[in-house]
C-alpha cells in the first residue's frame, strides 16, 4: 500500500512539476487541476483574460499525451456544435456521426459563460456521464475524460451565468490571479522566440492517469474526517446567511479531494487539514449567498467563516464574532 502510494506521488509530482514549467508561479492551481484530474472532477477557471487559463489546459493535455480539443464558446453557438451530429450519407444511405469537439480525453470549454443556457446545459450529460447522446444512439467518450471550462468574471458584458445545475458538476473552481513582477519578467524572456508550451513534452500517459485515479480511491479517511466533512457541508444548508447550500454532491467532492491533495502530499491518509484547504474551491460554488446580507458574491468569505466555527475533530469550535 505504502508503495503505491509513494509511486503515484511521484507521478503526480512529475505532471505538476511540468505543467509548472509552462505555467510560472502558480503551483497551487496546477495541484488544483490535477487534483480534479485524477479524482474524474471537472474544473471550471474564473479569471479575467490573458491570465493563462488557456495555457493551463494545455499543459495539462501535454504533459499526460491525451488528445486535446477546444471548444470556443459564443452566443450563436448550437448544441450539436459541441456534441456533434448525424450526416446522411449517400453512398451508404444511411446516417453518420460527425462527433463534435467534446469528444477528446482534454477539453478546454473556453469563456463558457459567454454560449447560451441551452448550449450550456448541453455539457451536463457529457460531464455526469462520459458520454454523449445524439439522435438516440449513445456514444462513449474517451477515458480519462476531464473538462477544463474558463469563464469570465459575471460582471463582463456577455455573459450567461451558469445555473446552479452546471456549476454543481464542476468539482472545483479556481482562479490564477495576475503574476507577480518577477514571474512577469520571466514570463516575457521564455516567449521572446517561442512559447515554452511548444518544447513541454509528455510525462506520463491516459493508462497512468487511470491508476493514479484508482490509487485515489485507496486513500484512508477516518469516520471523524468524514463527520467532519458532512458537518460542513450541512452548515452551508443551515446557516441563514446562505440561500442555496451545498449539496451532497459537494460533500462526496469534499471526500475525494481531501484523498487526492493526500495523495499528492505522500500521505496515504487525510488530515482535517486537508479538508480545511480544499473546502473554499470545492464548495463555494455550490453555494449562493444572500444578497441582502452580504457582499460576499463568490462564497468564499462566508466558507472562511464556516471553517472558524464547524469544530474539527478533536478541537472546538470558535464563538462566532
Sequence with gaps: ?????????????????????????????????????????????????????????????????????????????????????????????????????????????????????????ALLECMEEGQVTVDGVTHQIPPPFHILATQNPIEYEGTFPLPETQLDRFLLRISLGYPSPADEITIMEKQQYTHPIEQLSPVANAADVLTLQQAVKAIYVDDLVKQYIVALVAATRHNPMIHLGASPRGALGLFRTAQAYALIQGRDFVLPDDVKILAKPVLAHRIIVHSSDSQDKDGKVTIDELLETVPVPGTFAKAKR
Design 1 to 121: 500500500m505504502e508503495n503505491s502510494t509513494k509511486a503515484a506521488q511521484k507521478m503526480a509530482e512529475k505532471i505538476i512539476d511540468n505543467m509548472g514549467t509552462v505555467i510560472l508561479g502558480k503551483k497551487e492551481a496546477i495541484v488544483l487541476a490535477v487534483i480534479a484530474l485524477t479524482t474524474k472532477g471537472h474544473l471550471l477557471i474564473e479569471d479575467a483574460p490573458g491570465v493563462g487559463k488557456t495555457m493551463l489546459a494545455r499543459s495539462l493535455a501535454k504533459s499526460i499525451d491525451c488528445t486535446f480539443k477546444r471548444i470556443q464558446f459564443t452566443p450563436d453557438m448550437l448544441p450539436g456544435d459541441i456534441t456533434g451530429v448525424s450526416v446522411y450519407n449517400q453512398k451508404t444511405a444511411d446516417f453518420e456521426f460527425r462527433p463534435g469537439p467534446i469528444m477528446a480525453q482534454i477539453v478546454l470549454a473556453d469563456e463558457i459563460n459567454r454560449a447560451t443556457p441551452k448550449v450550456q446545459s
